[in-house]
């Protein structure tokens, strides 16, 4: 049974619409991450977030946004989307302190852009 | 600049044989090791993890082993099994800090 819930699983849209990947989670973790992975390619970290009203930008420059206005829920959103946001995005959130680095992940928000 | 390489990129490996992805780190300041499994149409799950201060760890048919001069930790899978079929990636980092993940080894059990 999955804690972290990730939707659309799949989306299909045209360049310049804007999109919404919502993630939600029930473990009442602090901490949620965005990756961004590609086949063949290692996950890449675009945002994380400590807590409620804090973002971070990570390893891999991202046109998308985030916002952390509840704990449960991290929301990630680009305003005009092109076919290089093709990609599979996935949401994953951990405890803070000594259970930080155990990450528990999404199933995954596959994004087709045409 | 990919501080954590991991190889094979893809493992063909017979029911009951051995699987053995390996991986290299570059920060010598990294003091975790992760390995996460990921089966098609989900997100990655922990499976086994260690830290620099032994040099193996055992859960059931997966083994961690660590070598820190030489800067590279192994998984090791005994007696492989078609369930076992998935994508595996290796990470590294900083204790309580983000996860550097390797790109990943798809690995293909044969009965």
């Known amino acids: 049974e999955a804690d972290i819930y990730q939707t659309p699983r799949y989306l299909v849209i045209g360049t310049g619409k804007k999109i919404t990947l919502e993630c939600s989670q029930t473990?009442?973790?602090?901490?949620m991450y965005w990756y961004q992975q590609d086949p063949g390619m290692e996950l890449h970290l675009i945002h994380y977030s400590y807590g409620v009203n804090s973002t971070e930008k990570g390893d891999l420059s991202s046109e998308s946004t985030v916002s952390r206005i509840r704990t449960e829920h991290f929301p990630l959103t680009l305003e005009s989307a092109r076919p290089s946001h093709t990609s599979q995005y996935l949401c994953?959130?951990?405890?803070?302190?000594?259970?930080?680095?155990?990450?528990?992940f999404g199933a995954g928000s596959r994004l087709t852009v045409l | 600049q990919q501080q954590v390489k991991q190889s094979p990129q893809s493992l063909i490996v017979q029911k009951g044989g051995i699987s053995i992805i390996n991986c290299a780190y570059e920060n010598t300041a990294f003091d975790y090791f992760p390995w996460y499994q990921q089966f098609p149409g989900k997100g990655p799950a922990l499976l086994i993890a260690i830290r620099p201060d032994v040099s193996e760890k055992k859960e059931g048919r997966f083994t961690i082993s660590f070598n820190k001069s030489a800067k590279q930790f192994s998984l090791h899978i005994m007696d492989s099994q078609p369930g076992d079929s998935a994508t595996y990636f290796c990470?590294?980092?900083?204790?309580?800090?983000?996860?550097?993940f390797g790109k990943g080894t798809k690995l293909s059990v044969i009965p």
């Open positions: 994953a959130s951990s405890e803070a302190g000594a259970g930080a680095n155990v990450l528990t």
């Open positions: 990470a590294a980092s900083l204790f309580g800090y983000q996860l550097t």
């Open positions: 473990m009442g973790h602090d901490k």
